[in-house]
C-alpha cells in the first residue's frame, strides 16, 4: 500500500511528467514506468 500511495502521490505531484505516455503502458508501480523509461531512452 505504500508503494501506491506514493506512486500516486509522485503522479499528482507532477514527478514523472517528462516520461513518455507509453512507459507507463501496461506497467504495475513508478518504478516499473521508470525503468521502462530508461529502456525506451536507450534504444
Known amino acids: 500500500m505504500t508503494e501506491t500511495v506514493r506512486s500516486f502521490r509522485e503522479a499528482l505531484e507532477g514527478t514523472?511528467?517528462?516520461?513518455?505516455?507509453?512507459?507507463?503502458y501496461m506497467i504495475?508501480?513508478?518504478?516499473?514506468a521508470v525503468?521502462?523509461?530508461?529502456?525506451m531512452a536507450a534504444a
Open 28 to 32: 504495475g508501480g513508478i518504478d516499473a
Open 35 to 39: 525503468g521502462k523509461a530508461r529502456k
Open 16 to 24: 514523472h511528467d517528462s516520461l513518455p505516455e507509453q512507459a507507463f
